[in-house]
Structure formats: structure tokens, C-alpha cells
């Protein structure tokens, strides 16, 4: 079944503890993105990537880092987290970044940083 | 900057009625534009696009949009809404002349059908 995958689905942490949320896909996309959703404010982008070891930042990177060393796997990493990362985090591929195409959208990351 | 505005946040509307969920964009160049759908603890799946020539454009579950270029709007329609179409509903845009791929997300419309 083509997918993207998720993990974990819930994480709560502490504030400070380096956490890594991993996102794989198994449809050879080329493009990935890692989004959150708040309340109110819909969903925003943090990184995206439009192939391997090619990444850019989106609307709200601020405490986040990303890889693509995989065309598979897109990880998302939070260093130092803080409570205001507490959100609901996807992660979206596409055949291409070109925008013609859909995304994917994985179930999502429910993130608590207390 | 591209953007989109979903100007309700919520809508209802009785079982059997027709449903409009409204999206306005604005984009420098030509859009491209998307409808996603979100059930409770899901993630977005993708209901329909436009991308280029037919104004009308037909998705799943019986969706569908209608892109109006001199009104920059690109409302979601459906004839007869379902109990099951209760959701929230997503529209987002991509300037296809922009030099970036981002694609923005509007804030959603949460959709109760009521039986």
C-alpha cells in the first residue's frame, strides 16, 4: 500500500530532550515536508525537501532541522525542544515539488513538550 | 506571497442539503489549487485540484470545485451532503509562477452534517 509512515504517533517529552520524529514513504517521491497543524492557525510549513540532500526552509523552521539522505526517509528533528512546539505534526510527499501533483499525507505526530 | 482565505470557520448544513465550503486565493501568477479533507485523527487526504482547463473540477466522494479566476475563489460543492462528510476541509494554493514550491494551506472550515 502506498503510504507515508509516521513516528511515533504520540511523544511526550520534557523541554530540552533532543526527540527525532521519522517520516518514510514508499512511493519513490521526490518531494517531502514536514508541517504543523495548531489551532486557528491551520497548517504551516517548517522544511521541505525536492530531492535528496536538497533541503529549504518554509514558513516557520525556527527549532527544527531536517535530513534527506534517503529518498525514502525525511526525519525531523527538534534539538532543544520547547512547549511552544507542542502541535500536530505531518509529514507530506509528492511525486515532485513542481505542485502539479497531490501530496501524500502521513496520520500524524502529536507532540506535547512540557 | 501566495495565500488563501477560508472565511468560515465553521459550516453547517442538514443532511440531504447541498454544501458550499468557500476558498478565495491570491497568487501573482496563475494558481494551482487543491482541496484536502482531515477526519478526526487522520491525516489530509486529497479530494481534487485545478491546475488548468476545465473551471469545473470533479474529486472524490462526489466533491466538487469550481475555480472563477475574476473572483479568485475556488468554493468546494457537493449536491447532497452525507452525515459522513463531517470533517474539516482544507484548501491550499501554489503560485505556479513563484520561484518557490511551497504550497499554503488555509486556516480549514470544520463541516458538520447534521441527520
Known amino acids: 500500500e502506498a503510504q507515508v509512515t509516521q513516528n511515533p504517533r504520540y511523544l511526550i517529552t520534557v523541554t530540552g530532550k533532543k526527540l527525532t520524529v521519522t517520516c518514510s514513504q514508499n512511493m519513490n517521491h521526490e518531494y517531502m515536508s514536514w508541517y504543523r497543524q495548531d489551532p486557528g492557525l491551520g497548517l504551516r510549513q517548517i522544511y521541505y525537501s525536492m530531492n535528496v540532500e536538497v533541503t529549504d526552509k518554509g514558513d516557520v523552521p525556527e527549532g527544527y532541522k531536517v535530513s534527506r539522505k534517503e529518498k525514502r526517509n525525511f526525519p525531523l528533528i527538534l534539538e532543544s525542544p520547547s512547549p511552544n512546539q507542542t502541535s500536530l505534526y505531518f509529514c507530506a510527499s509528492s511525486f515532485s515539488g513542481t505542485g502539479v501533483y497531490g501530496y501524500t499525507f502521513g496520520s500524524g505526530t502529536r507532540l506535547t513538550v512540557v | ?115
Open chain 2, 1 to 115: 506571497a501566495q495565500s488563501v482565505a477560508q472565511p468560515e470557520d465553521q459550516v453547517n448544513v442538514a443532511e440531504g442539503n447541498p454544501l458550499t465550503v468557500k476558498c478565495t486565493y491570491s497568487v501573482s501568477g496563475n494558481p494551482y489549487l487543491f482541496w484536502y479533507v482531515q477526519y478526526p485523527n487522520r491525516g489530509l487526504q486529497f479530494l481534487l485540484k485545478y491546475i488548468t482547463g476545465d473551471n469545473l473540477v470533479k474529486g472524490s466522494y462526489g466533491f466538487e470545485a469550481e475555480f472563477n479566476k475574476s473572483q479568485t475563489s475556488f468554493h468546494l460543492k457537493k449536491p447532497s451532503a452525507l452525515v459522513s462528510d463531517s470533517a474539516l476541509y482544507f484548501c491550499a494554493v501554489r503560485d505556479s509562477g513563484a520561484g518557490s514550491y511551497q504550497l499554503t494551506f488555509g486556516k480549514g472550515t470544520k463541516l458538520s452534517v447534521i441527520p
